[in-house]
């Protein structure tokens, strides 16, 4: 299907007598970040950021490739004790409680064995105060026991001004707190600090130096890093000291339509068509009128997005990640065209969207990992308005809003729109703003019917053996048919024996 | 690579966007009047820093500061940020002609202060014309820089020439990696050509002691508004302070990732296939009986260097990875290991391409490195695809890459330091391994030829690489097929 035949074959005959560590797939065909899966545990007092860090840290593990999943101690204790009282909870002489905290911790450990060897994870974090050395002993033994390597993230933070605002953020919108006021919130959380100062023990720089950890001093301004395992410990201590909490709207959209556009027809290099242009004036007018300080503009090398850029009068950067995905022997043909010519690549693509690389072209998954470092470079960076194209933006989007790999491509990024986004709390807040100037429509909906196999338990495909970039699992949430960009549910066919009428029944409409 | 800061100019909208042309070298496009391109006002240069950036190594001697200052401009000029080292070490002995012993690095020489001081300040200078007047992006300037005062001369110099500073202190107290430094970089060292290896380690002894009494280590609270990066025990631990923008966050990274384990990267391309048979290039044929030989013999090369665990890469193209079946051994297929895109050249022979685009052909000789195919690459992208395989190559111990000729070349004018005029050129037959081993400053390498025989897929710069040349010209070094 998508990798060379001799890729196929080798998935399923693995060479005999080959020594294929426990976990590793024989013949990976992307490098593979980790033998052993790896546990990443927080630790530091409430209000550092270690859910922050959490949540996004696992976004981008996921969006580029590595299964992996939170596991919130808090959690575990709200859905065992049902209400919360106060700040007494988690006094260190309250014995009941400590056993039940406990008790949560264990619970959870035990979760996160069962995501790894049942569920396919590759890295789990392990999200909690976890202040005591004595807890931290008992995590480094449960890993010891079952093979699994361990990286602690603490985040050091004395600025008051930190941690009022982070309270301020998520603290007092949290379960905990829905039936207090402001204030009554704010004072109890500041005793619950409290009650853990008491017994924090830092990591030890001496006593814990066979360890392997990032401290993260005041949001980022200070890091101190010991004992990088492997890869993966390596690429997450480099996203760590990448981002930054620094309020920023970050702007996507895609050029103005473009000549091949209105011709219904795929990738290639065209110019902007007058409602291109005219697209590209309004934007630079909804540019000016957000009044964005210092703002960056980035493109890719493909004369439609520079042709937009350059209606902004500002400076603006080519990025030829931010290239459109090249659909190789399909370049520049119209979906009727690739269902005339090459059938059966037609309805590939539509079993396996995601995955599906066009013969002399790229994937989705391909994509992702080109636009790793413009990923990086976002965060890096503070205001900024990327100017892509379809395919790139579906996967910029999905990183920022932690879709899935069954998602990503059907992901509704129309012409002439402009998705505005601004972080905020765990998450990132997305207006949608059209510049009201026609454009045909490019999206192509997924063929329906057979609905995406459940994400949590899919093994790895065979032909790629590294996993498919979930987003962050959440065991209780059904996908809602909004998230799928699913409008209608026609079943559509996607064998590749379907007649072309069939194959055709979604391409939107063109000259 | 296409990032960085800088400001967003406040200028009134066009009325009309302006024309775009392609310019027919890179394939990149930019604004126009008239046909011609424009001189890009909107359009900054793809750049990383705003202002350059003055790296300044700190550090006692025998810590490694002149293998990271040597290896981080390397890495820097390899992806394109032009860097050059200023070793301090270098200007003295320059000035000081004959190195006597350890006494004129003694604290209450004077007259050795006064040198020491002018030879820091003429380094500095160097530095100075590098970024401002030559274009340079990155200075490192390698020195021990073991004082607060030393260090505070450096900062004011590069605030008042616009500079950013980024310190790379290194705190090494393990006598094993001391030792082993000596004997690979001191004794060799010009300081030491007339001594034997006894006098020499005890004399530098001595010199690393003279340091010691004036170090004065960055420190988390007097030099907390500094940028830096502490490398502590080889690597072992890390203290990052204050990154201020892109390039630093990236050289940060890069210093994370290297390590001084010996071991050994070999490199060599896919056995000979089918297209190389013909002429053609690119495409995605299999290997020629020839092909198949070599990988069998590549076998049992592998198998008689008996290396310690050997991690075996390779593209996700046909011929390598047929190659690594040969092996016998697990491998890891990269596409970013994949052959150069020839765009709309792919799979022809130099003869067609002559005939059907005789000015591309003529404007890739023009400058190999620079120039895009239509709808493909150049080496230029090549290398930004391939810095996370060097990245990792960095990470790893024992590799060896089945490759493809074009990225061979980018692969070695990393680890050999050839610049971007050489990298197209460079010599990588078809089944032949090169073995690098880290020594010293640089890269060991060695060739071995694996006794088959295969067509030779090298065509050397012509001599005429003007758009009016004839077919003749244009053809004449191209390597002989079938």
Same mark, same amino acid.
């Given at each position: 299907?998508?990798?060379?035949?001799?890729?196929?074959?080798?998935?399923?005959?693995?060479?005999?007598?080959?020594?294929?560590?426990?976990?590793?797939?024989?013949?990976?065909?992307?490098?593979?970040?980790t033998?052993?899966?790896?546990?990443?545990?927080?630790?530091?007092?409430?209000?550092?950021?270690?859910?922050?860090i959490?949540?996004?840290l696992?976004?981008?593990?996921?969006?580029?490739?590595?299964p992996?999943?939170?596991?919130?101690?808090?959690?575990?204790?709200?859905?065992?004790?049902?209400?919360?009282?106060?700040?007494?909870?988690?006094?260190?002489?309250?014995?009941?409680?400590?056993?039940?905290?406990?008790?949560?911790?264990?619970?959870?450990?035990?979760?996160?064995?069962?995501?790894?060897?049942l569920?396919?994870?590759?890295?789990?974090?392990?999200?909690?105060?976890?202040?005591?050395?004595?807890?931290?002993?008992?995590?480094?033994s449960?890993?010891?026991?079952?093979?699994?390597?361990?990286?602690?993230?603490?985040?050091?933070?004395?600025?008051?001004?930190?941690?009022?605002?982070?309270?301020?953020q998520?603290?007092?919108s949290?379960?905990?707190?829905?039936?207090?006021?402001?204030?009554?919130?704010?004072?109890?959380?500041?005793?619950?600090?409290e009650?853990?100062?008491?017994?924090y023990?830092?990591?030890?720089?001496?006593?814990?130096?066979?360890?392997?950890?990032?401290?993260?001093?005041?949001?980022?301004?200070?890091?101190?890093?010991?004992?990088?395992?492997?890869?993966?410990?390596?690429?997450?201590?480099?996203?760590?000291?990448?981002?930054?909490?620094?309020?920023?709207?970050?702007?996507?959209?895609?050029?103005?339509?473009?000549?091949?556009?209105?011709?219904?027809?795929?990738?290639?290099?065209?110019?902007?068509?007058?409602?291109?242009?005219?697209?590209a004036?309004?934007?630079?007018?909804?540019?000016?009128?957000?009044?964005?300080?210092?703002?960056?503009?980035?493109?890719?090398?493909?004369?439609?997005?520079?042709?937009?850029?350059?209606?902004?009068?500002?400076?603006?950067?080519?990025?030829?990640?931010?290239?459109?995905?090249?659909?190789?022997?399909?370049?520049?043909?119209?979906?009727?065209?690739?269902?005339?010519?090459?059938?059966?690549?037609?309805?590939?693509?539509?079993?396996?969207?995601?995955?599906?690389?066009?013969?002399?072209?790229?994937?989705?998954?391909?994509?992702?990992?080109?636009?790793?470092?413009?990923?990086?470079?976002?965060?890096?960076?503070?205001?900024?308005?990327?100017?892509?194209?379809?395919?790139?933006?579906?996967?910029?989007?999905?990183?920022?809003?932690?879709?899935?790999?069954?998602?990503?491509?059907?992901?509704?990024?129309?012409?002439?729109?402009?998705?505005?986004?601004?972080?905020v709390?765990?998450?990132?807040?997305?207006?949608?703003?059209?510049?009201?100037?026609?454009?045909?429509?490019?999206?192509?909906?997924?063929?329906?019917?057979?609905?995406?196999?459940?994400?949590?338990?899919?093994?790895?495909?065979?032909?790629?053996?590294?996993?498919?970039?979930?987003?962050?699992?959440?065991?209780?949430?059904?996908?809602?048919?909004?998230?799928?960009?699913?409008?209608?549910?026609?079943?559509?066919?996607?064998?590749?024996?379907?007649?072309?009428?069939?194959?055709?029944l979604?391409?939107?409409?063109?000259? | 690579?296409?990032?960085?800061?800088?400001?967003?100019?406040?200028?009134?909208?066009?009325?009309?966007?302006?024309?775009?042309?392609?310019?027919?070298?890179k394939?990149?496009?930019?604004?126009?009047?008239?046909?011609?391109?424009?001189?890009?006002?909107?359009?900054?240069?793809?750049?990383?820093?705003?202002?350059?950036?003055?790296?300044?190594?700190?550090?006692?001697?025998?810590?490694?500061?002149?293998?990271?200052?040597?290896?981080?401009?390397?890495?820097?000029?390899?992806?394109?940020?032009?860097t050059?080292?200023?070793?301090?070490?270098?200007?003295?002995?320059?000035?000081?002609?004959?190195?006597?012993?350890?006494?004129?690095?003694?604290?209450?020489?004077?007259?050795?202060?006064?040198?020491?001081?002018?030879?820091?300040?003429?380094?500095?200078?160097?530095?100075?014309q590098?970024?401002?007047?030559?274009?340079?992006?990155?200075?490192?300037?390698?020195?021990?820089?073991?004082?607060?005062?030393?260090?505070?001369?450096?900062?004011?110099?590069?605030?008042?020439?616009?500079?950013?500073?980024?310190?790379?202190?290194?705190?090494?107290?393990?006598?094993?990696?001391?030792?082993?430094?000596?004997?690979?970089?001191?004794l060799?060292?010009?300081?030491?050509?007339?001594?034997?290896?006894?006098?020499?380690?005890?004399?530098?002894?001595?010199r690393?002691?003279?340091y010691?009494?004036?170090?004065?280590?960055?420190?988390?609270?007097?030099?907390?508004?500094?940028?830096?990066?502490?490398?502590?025990?080889?690597?072992?631990?890390?203290?990052?302070?204050?990154?201020?923008?892109?390039?630093?966050?990236r050289?940060?990274?890069?210093?994370?990732?290297?390590?001084?384990?010996?071991?050994?990267?070999?490199?060599?391309?896919?056995?000979?296939?089918?297209?190389?048979?013909?002429?053609?290039?690119?495409?995605?044929?299999?290997?020629?009986?020839?092909g198949k030989?070599?990988?069998?013999?590549?076998?049992?090369?592998?198998?008689?260097?008996?290396?310690?665990?050997?991690?075996?890469?390779?593209?996700?193209?046909?011929?390598?990875?047929?190659?690594?079946?040969?092996?016998?051994?697990?491998?890891?297929?990269?596409k970013?290991?994949?052959?150069?895109?020839?765009?709309?050249?792919?799979?022809?022979?130099?003869?067609?391409?002559?005939?059907?685009?005789?000015?591309?052909?003529?404007?890739?000789?023009? $400058? &190999?490195?620079?120039?895009?195919? !239509?709808?493909?690459?150049?080496?230029?992208?090549? =290398?930004?695809? %391939?810095? #996370? +395989?060097?990245?990792?190559?960095?990470?790893?111990?024992?590799?060896?890459?089945?490759?493809?000729?074009?990225?061979?070349?980018?692969?070695?004018?990393?680890?050999? $330091? &050839?610049?971007?005029?050489?990298? !197209?050129?460079?010599?990588?037959?078809?089944?032949? =391994?090169?073995? %690098?081993? #880290? +020594?010293?400053?640089?890269c060991?390498?060695?060739?071995?030829?694996?006794?088959?025989?295969a067509?030779?897929?090298?065509?050397?710069?012509?001599?005429?690489v003007?758009?009016?040349?004839?077919?003749?010209?244009?053809?004449?070094?191209?390597?002989?097929?079938?």
């Open positions: 299907m998508n990798g060379t035949p001799i890729t196929q074959a080798m998935a399923e005959t693995p060479c005999v007598g080959e020594r294929v560590p426990r976990f590793q797939r024989p013949h990976a065909s992307v490098p593979q970040f033998n052993s899966p790896t546990m990443i545990v927080m630790v530091g007092l409430p209000a550092r950021g270690k859910t922050y959490s949540k996004k696992t976004r981008y593990l996921n969006w580029i490739g590595v992996t999943k939170v596991f919130n101690v808090g959690q575990y204790r709200r859905d065992a004790v049902r209400t919360y009282k106060n700040f007494e909870f988690f006094r260190p002489d309250n014995e009941e409680a400590m056993k039940i905290r406990k008790a949560c911790a264990r619970s959870a450990l035990s979760d996160v064995g069962t995501y790894f060897m569920e396919h994870g590759q890295a789990a974090v392990f999200d909690a105060t976890n202040t005591t050395r004595e807890r931290r002993e008992i995590i480094l449960y890993a010891k026991d079952n093979g699994y390597k361990v990286f602690f993230i603490e985040s050091i933070c004395d600025d008051p001004e930190i941690i009022a605002e982070n309270i301020k998520v603290k007092l949290s379960p905990d707190y829905i039936d207090c006021d402001k204030e009554e919130a704010v004072a109890d959380f500041l005793k619950r600090i009650c853990y100062k008491v017994t023990v830092p990591l030890d720089d001496d006593k814990d130096s066979h360890l392997s950890y990032i401290k993260i001093f005041n949001v980022g301004s200070r890091y101190l890093v010991n004992r990088v395992q492997d890869h993966i410990q390596s690429r997450i201590v480099y996203y760590l000291m990448n981002i930054h909490v620094t309020p920023r709207t970050i702007y996507l959209c895609r050029h103005g339509e473009s000549e091949l556009n209105l011709v219904g027809r795929i990738g290639g290099d065209s110019g902007l068509s007058p409602r291109g242009s005219q697209f004036g309004a934007l630079g007018k909804y540019i000016k009128s957000q009044s964005i300080p210092d703002l960056k503009v980035w493109t890719s090398h493909m004369k439609r997005t520079i042709q937009t850029a350059e209606a902004l009068g500002v400076a603006y950067e080519q990025w030829k990640a931010l290239n459109e995905i090249d659909a190789g022997v399909c370049e520049d043909l119209t979906y009727e065209e690739i269902q005339a010519n090459y059938p059966e690549e037609f309805a590939l693509r539509d079993q396996d969207k995601y995955r599906y690389r066009y013969p002399k072209g790229e994937s989705y998954e391909d994509l992702v990992q080109r636009l790793e470092p413009v990923i990086m470079e976002l965060e890096r960076q503070e205001n900024v308005l990327v100017v892509c194209h379809q395919a790139v933006m579906r996967c910029l989007l999905a990183y920022f809003l932690d879709k899935s790999a069954e998602e990503l491509p059907y992901l509704k990024c129309p012409l002439h729109t402009v998705l505005k986004l601004t972080p709390a765990y998450g990132c807040k997305v207006e949608s703003v059209s510049l009201n100037i026609e454009a045909v429509n490019t999206h192509r909906d997924r063929p329906a019917g057979d609905e995406p196999p459940c994400t949590l338990l899919a093994p790895p495909s065979r032909h790629h053996s590294r996993a498919q970039p979930m987003a962050s699992p959440v065991p209780t949430r059904a996908p809602r048919l909004q998230d799928l960009g699913v409008t209608s549910l026609s079943l559509q066919n996607v064998e590749v024996s379907r007649e072309p009428e069939e194959a055709l979604t391409v939107p409409d063109h000259i | 690579m296409n990032s960085g800061e800088g400001c967003s100019e406040e200028i009134p909208l066009p009325s009309s966007p302006r024309e775009l042309t392609q310019n027919p070298l394939k990149i496009w930019i604004p126009c009047k008239n046909g011609l391109p424009e001189k890009h006002i909107f359009q900054r240069k793809v750049c990383m820093t705003n202002c350059p950036t003055l790296i300044v190594t700190v550090g006692l001697p025998a810590r490694g500061k002149t293998y990271i200052s040597k290896k981080l401009t390397r890495y820097l000029n390899w992806i394109g940020v032009p050059k080292e200023f070793n301090v070490g270098q200007y003295r002995r320059e000035c000081v002609k004959i190195y006597k012993s350890f006494e004129f690095f003694s604290p209450d020489n004077e007259e050795g202060l006064k040198i020491r001081k002018q030879c820091a300040s003429a380094a500095l200078n160097d530095v100075r590098y970024l401002t007047d030559e274009g340079g992006q990155v200075a490192v300037f390698d020195a021990t820089n073991t004082t607060r005062e030393r260090r505070d001369t450096i900062t004011r110099f590069a605030e008042q020439n616009g500079f950013k500073v980024f310190f790379v202190e290194s705190v090494c107290e393990d006598p094993a990696v001391i030792n082993e430094n000596i004997v690979q970089v001191k060799g060292s010009p300081d030491y050509t007339h001594c034997n290896t006894d006098e020499a380690v005890e004399d530098f002894m001595k690393i002691k003279c010691e009494n004036s170090y004065q280590t960055l420190d988390e609270v007097l030099d907390r508004d500094l940028s830096y990066i502490k490398i502590i025990d080889v690597g072992r631990r890390y203290l990052v302070n204050r990154v201020q923008d892109h390039i630093q966050s050289i940060v990274y890069y210093l994370m990732n290297i390590h001084i384990t010996p071991r050994s990267i070999y490199l060599c391309r896919h056995g000979e296939s089918d297209m190389n048979v013909k002429g053609r290039i690119g495409g995605d044929s299999g290997l020629s009986l020839r030989d070599f990988a069998r013999r590549l076998g049992q090369f592998i198998q008689k260097q008996d290396i310690s665990d050997l991690k075996v890469w390779t593209s996700q193209m046909k011929r390598t990875i047929q190659t690594a079946e040969g092996l016998n051994v697990p491998y890891e297929q990269w970013a290991l994949n052959e150069i895109d020839a765009g709309v050249c792919e799979e022809m022979m130099y003869e067609e391409i002559q005939d059907h685009h005789p000015l591309e052909f003529a404007l890739r000789d023009q $400058d &190999k490195y620079r120039y895009r195919y !239509p709808k493909g690459e150049s080496y230029e992208d090549l =290398v930004q695809r %391939l810095e #996370p +395989v060097i990245m990792e190559l960095e990470r790893q111990e024992n590799v060896l890459v089945i490759c493809h000729q074009a990225v061979m070349r980018c692969l070695l004018a990393y680890f050999l $330091d &050839k610049s971007a005029e050489e990298l !197209p050129y460079l010599k990588c037959p078809l089944h032949t =391994v090169l073995k %690098l081993t #880290p +020594v010293a400053y640089g060991k390498v060695e060739s071995i030829f694996l006794n088959v025989d067509v030779n897929t090298h065509r050397d710069r012509p001599e005429n003007e758009v009016s040349r004839m077919a003749e010209e244009a053809l004449y070094t191209v390597p002989a097929h079938q």
